[in-house]
T-cell receptor, first 112, second 113 residues
Framework: GIQVEQSPPDLILQEGANSTLRCNFS?????LQWFHQNPWGQLINLFY???GTKQNGRLSATTVATERYSLLYISSSQTTDSGVYFCAVDKNYAGANSKLTFGKGITLSVRP | AAGVIQSPRHLIKEKRETATLKCYPI?????VYWYQQGPGQDPQFLIS???????DKGSIPDRFSAQQFSDYHSELNMSSLELGDSALYFCASSQLMWRETQYFGPGTRLLVL
């Protein structure tokens, strides 16, 4: 199956700092999503970004599908950004056994 | 906007008991997915349904079964529970034909004692 690698595995930031989280995948994909899992366990959709660049407030993401990686940028980090960030991909076309394969996640701790 | 609803949110069971988890997808979403997330692990795909038919199966134990009903809600039935079944169970839904985002519910936290 498709492999998803996220780096770095852990990240500690001072509040206000910027960061870049990386996701590499082993095959072409038709779906790539970034999630934030908060301390209560909820998986919050950040981006649906199989290709291109998107921005939402302090967060932005870029996926270079031809080079099989995606980047999540967090600017001016806040303590509420703490948690685990997952990248998940689906290599199948919709309607053909579509399912997400998750990376191991990146644990982000933002210190006040 | 309406989100995916899961019930119950928390469940405590004894070994060898059964459990039923319910999922109500976002209105007009035709596909439901179930994922299991063990402690400190990433979510793992269990099973999916498209238009009430099973569409794909992942690493789901034979002790587990699931179905999607005519109103598109789905239930995950778990029998002969084991300690290792303690996990967070997520349901997600999407509108498959548009190749859209999978939207995740809040999860059901199952603890097997």
């Amino acid at each position: 199956g498709i492999q998803v690698e996220q780096s770095p595995p852990d990240l500690i930031l001072q509040e206000g700092a910027n960061s870049t989280l990386r996701c590499n995948f082993s095959d072409s994909v038709n779906n790539l999503q970034w999630f934030h899992q908060n301390p209560w366990g909820q998986l919050i959709n950040l981006f649906y970004i199989p290709s291109g660049t998107k921005q939402n407030g302090r967060l932005s993401a870029t996926t270079v599908a031809t080079e099989r990686y995606s980047l999540l940028y967090i600017s001016s980090s806040q303590t509420t950004d703490s948690g685990v960030y997952f990248c998940a991909v689906d290599k199948n076309y919709a309607g053909a056994n579509s399912k997400l394969t998750f990376g191991k996640g990146i644990t982000l701790s933002v210190r006040p | 906007a309406a989100g995916v609803i899961q019930s119950p949110r928390h469940l405590i069971k004894e070994k060898r008991e059964t459990a039923t988890l319910k999922c109500y997808p976002i209105p007009r979403h035709d596909t439901v997915y179930w994922y299991q997330q063990g402690p400190g692990q990433d979510p793992q795909f269990l099973i999916s349904f498209y238009e009430k038919m099973q569409s794909d199966k992942g690493s789901i134990p034979d002790r587990f079964s699931a179905q999607q009903f005519s109103d598109y809600h789905s239930e995950l039935n778990m029998s002969s529970l084991e300690l290792g079944d303690s996990a967070l169970y997520f349901c997600a839904s999407s509108q498959l034909m548009w190749r859209e985002t999978q939207y995740f519910g809040p999860g059901t936290r199952l603890l097997v004692l």
